[in-house]
C-alpha cells in the first residue's frame, strides 16, 4: 500500500497489516520455525532451506525490517534471533484483533 493512502487507516491497523506482510511468506515462516526451535542461527540458514543466500537474505531482510528478528554481527556471519519482544506484540497484537471479530 501507498504512503499516501495508508494515512487513511489507524496506526493499529497499518501495524497489522505490516507484521502480516512480514509474516505473509513461507519462506519467513519456516526461518521463524527455525529460529524458535534453534534459537540464535549463524549463516546455517541457507542450508535449511531449499532458497539461495540472496533469497533468504531477502526474507531476513523483511522480517527484520518489522523487528521480528533481530541480527548481531560476529565475525564475519550475522547471527539472527527471534527479537522477544515483538515476538509478544505479535501475539497481542493478532489475538486482539482476532478477539474483536463478532463471526465464529
Do not use: D
Not at 535449511?48 to 525490517?65: I, R
Request: with cysteine.
Amino acid at each position: 500500500m501507498g504512503s499516501t493512502k495508508a494515512n487513511l487507516f489507524t496506526v493499529e491497523q497499518n501495524e497489522i497489516a505490516a507484521l502480516a506482510k512480514a509474516l505473509g511468506h513461507p519462506a519467513r515462516i519456516a526461518i521463524l520455525e527455525i529460529l524458535s526451535k534453534r534459537g540464535c542461527v549463524c549463516g546455517e540458514l541457507v542450508e535449511e532451506l531449499p532458497l539461495s543466500q540472496a533469497t533468504v537474505s531477502q526474507h531476513l531482510k523483511a522480517l527484520k525490517e518489522t523487528n521480528i528478528i533481530k541480527g548481531e554481527i560476529e565475525g564475519t556471519r550475522t547471527c539472527y534471533c527471534i527479537n522477544p519482544q515483538t515476538w509478544q506484540k505479535l501475539k497481542v497484537v493478532f489475538a486482539g484483533f482476532l478477539q474483536k471479530s463478532k463471526c465464529c
